[in-house]
């Protein structure tokens, strides 16, 4: 299975992008104008020349201003104890690239993520701090899926898939994310591709 298309497809959507915003990282939804989004389609690689598979980036501005900043959306299905290190470095070449400041965010779905609980990366030497390195990370397996299949958010709902639960509420959870979608008023486009990302994870037979 194709995790980082499965994840680009379903956040390349502006109403479950902001869902998205809105359900887990609200402070910076308050600022973001989600009038403006350009999804940057641009092949980008890492600076040993590597392509980023995982990665959505999107131009976007302040909201009630005229300056523009990136949004970089870094998608993880595997574990990675260079996490931090990776996202300094797609910071600094999507800053170069293209002169804007970037507001980084990490979506692991590895129920095993060894470099979740990480602090912040900072370089420090005995007179001073010379680096301090911050993102924000949406630990996906860490989070209980009981607690957004009946929560009214599209990218609450399509994300559950990828959140913790046990085998013996695995039918509720899908009764209750199918009842949930079904009362929701969204256009059709939006509803069939929660939808499609959710049962990608949670089959029936």
């Given amino acids: 299975m194709n995790h980082d298309a499965l994840f680009k497809m379903l956040l390349r959507t502006p109403t ?17 104008d989600f009038r403006v989004l350009d999804f940057v389609d641009k ?25 523009g900043f990136l949004i970089h959306l870094e998608h993880q299905a595997q574990p990675d104890t260079d996490l931090q290190r990776r996202m300094l470095e797609y910071f600094i070449l999507d800053w170069r690239e293209y002169d804007l400041p970037v507001y980084p965010i990490a979506v692991l779905s590895s129920p095993s993520n060894l470099a979740v609980h990480a602090l912040p990366l900072a370089v420090n030497f005995p007179n001073k701090r010379v680096l301090y390195f911050d993102f924000d990370v949406l630990d996906l397996g860490r989070m209980d899926a009981v607690d957004y299949v009946k929560t009214p958010n599209p990218a609450a709902l399509a994300l559950a898939a990828r959140m913790r639960f046990t085998r013996e509420n695995r039918l509720s959870l899908i009764k209750d994310f199918a009842i949930t979608l079904a009362r929701m008023r969204i256009v059709k486009q939006v509803g069939d591709m929660v939808a499609s990302f959710f049962f990608a994870y949670q089959q029936l037979d």
């Fill in 16 to 32: 479950i992008l902001q869902s998205f915003f809105e359900a887990f990282i609200p402070d910076a939804a308050r600022f973001i």
């Fill in 43 to 67: 092949e980008l690689f890492t600076i040993d020349q590597k392509k980023r598979t995982g990665d959505l980036l999107v131009k976007t501005r302040f909201r009630g201003q005229s300056a």
